[in-house]
């Protein structure tokens, strides 16, 4: 039996239709009941059979942080495969991402080597990897984090949460890590990259930055998981990016995809400084969320080149391109607005 965490999520979703495809008995977790149609959504991309595919899947409601409830979905587990995390750059959820991603992580750890699971595959994130004293340098696996740099507290508490799979490896538990950058995948457009998409098409802001990072389709993530855990690699990480591209680019490129005119506006640190200071203000004033946070602003203006040569050696694999995966998540964005 192979258990997912964090199934009803993007990576998570995607990672179940890939494993029916394999023919493999999947038991995922969920948290509420509503968020199980997005599973479907995702399902009726790929398959006209939704029905007889999802009842395939072993639902059980539980919480990575809940160790009673975790561990009810443990039993009879061969291998796991933890998505589950808490993605925010809020400073104001900063206890809720150490809960979610360091102390679920360790949790998810505990259960494996309590339960004898055979292998674990935790998705990471690059925001996890180092940084090089050069911009055009590749940064690969063994950059190393230097704590003294300022990190988003998401990047915090996912190195946090490797850390644990790295104990759970010494502790006798054949772990992967995947470490993907930005994730391009349909059926979830009001959050993540989805959210790039939606703002294109509706054209709200027409400003990006010259800030270079990794993209990887979401179809390569969960694919290269299968592949990593049914095979014999283990206590190894590997950077998952098809291409690094800046964010102005990869905007032009969506444009592009919808038939819209390419934007040359170019948002500049102090733009996005002010613009940050006044999204604070709102936030404050109206009690919502925050549209852009100092942390997300410094993360955009950044240049970071990355190296997927360990992957594609390993698996002898070929990446989506980055044109390919924005012209298929295109695509699919328009048949949900049909």
Not at 71 to 95: M, N, W
Not at 120 to 131: D, K, M, N, Q, R
């Amino acid at each position: 039996m192979v258990l997912v965490t964090g199934g009803t999520g993007l990576v998570g979703s995607h990672l179940l239709y890939k494993l029916l495809e394999h023919n493999q008995s999947v038991r995922a977790i969920y948290r509420h009941e509503n968020r199980l149609n997005a599973v479907r959504q995702v399902f009726k991309y790929y398959t006209k059979d939704l029905e007889p595919l999802f009842s395939k899947i072993e639902w059980v409601k539980a919480d990575i942080t809940d160790i009673p409830s975790l561990a009810e979905a443990f039993k009879g587990v061969t291998s796991v495969y933890h998505c589950a995390a808490l993605i925010s750059f809020e400073p104001k959820d900063y206890s809720n991402l150490l809960s979610v991603n360091i102390d679920g992580t360790a949790n998810i750890v505990n259960l494996c080597v309590a339960n004898a699971v055979a292998k674990l595959c935790y998705v990471s994130s690059i925001a996890t990897i180092g940084e090089t004293t050069s911009a055009t340098q590749l940064i690969t696996e063994n950059t190393l984090w230097n704590p003294e740099q300022a990190h988003s507290n998401y990047a915090i508490t996912k190195y946090g949460a490797e850390m644990e799979v790295w104990r759970g490896s010494q502790e006798g538990l054949d772990v992967v890590i995947v470490n993907p950058g930005i994730i391009l995948g349909p059926g979830f457009w009001g959050s993540g990259s989805g959210y790039l998409f939606s703002r294109v098409y509706k054209n709200t802001n027409p400003f990006s930055t010259k800030g270079v990072t990794g993209y990887v389709d979401v179809s390569d993530v969960v694919t290269i998981m299968v592949l990593l855990m049914e095979g014999v690699f283990k206590n190894n990480r590997y950077i998952l990016v098809t291409e690094n591209e800046s964010f102005h680019s990869v905007f032009n490129k969506i444009r592009i995809a919808f038939n819209l005119k390419p934007s040359n506006k170019i948002a500049s640190k102090t733009l996005l400084t002010i613009a940050y200071n006044i999204d604070w203000l709102r936030a404050f004033m109206t009690k919502t969320p925050r549209n852009i946070t100092k942390q997300i602003a410094n993360s955009v203006l950044k240049t970071s080149h990355y190296d997927n040569s360990k992957i594609k050696n390993a698996l002898q694999y070929n990446f989506l391109s980055l044109d390919q995966s924005i012209a298929r998540n295109a695509k699919f964005f328009l048949k949900d607005q049909a």
